[in-house]
C-alpha cells in the first residue's frame, strides 16, 4: 500500500507540471494575440525581405569564397541588385 501512496504522490506531482505547463502556454498565446497581425500585404514584404536578405548573404559568402574574376564580377552585380532591390523595400518601392 506504501507504494501505491507514492505512486499517487508522483502522479499528483506530474499533475501540478501540466497545470504549470497550461497555464504557461495560456501566458503564451495571450501574448502572441496581443502582437499586431500584419496585413496580408505587410506579410509579403515581409517575406520578400527575408528572401532577400537571404540571398544576399549567400552571394556575399560565394564572393568572399569565388576565385575566377569573371563570376566575382558577377556576384558583385547581383549582390547590386539585390542590394538596391532592398533598398527599395525600405523606401516603400515596389522592387522590379
Avoid: F
Amino acid at each position: 500500500m506504501g507504494e501505491l501512496g507514492d505512486n499517487h504522490t508522483m502522479a499528483r506531482g506530474w499533475e501540478s507540471k501540466s497545470v504549470e505547463d497550461q497555464i504557461q502556454e495560456r501566458q503564451e498565446a495571450a501574448a502572441n494575440s496581443s502582437r499586431r497581425q500584419l496585413t496580408p500585404e505587410e506579410a509579403q514584404l515581409q517575406a520578400k525581405r527575408e528572401s532577400l536578405e537571404m540571398a544576399r548573404t549567400r552571394t556575399l559568402t560565394s564572393l568572399q569564397n569565388a576565385c575566377d574574376s569573371r563570376y566575382r564580377s558577377h556576384l558583385e552585380r547581383v549582390l547590386a541588385d539585390l542590394d538596391a532591390q532592398l533598398a527599395n523595400l525600405g523606401s516603400g518601392l515596389t522592387p522590379r
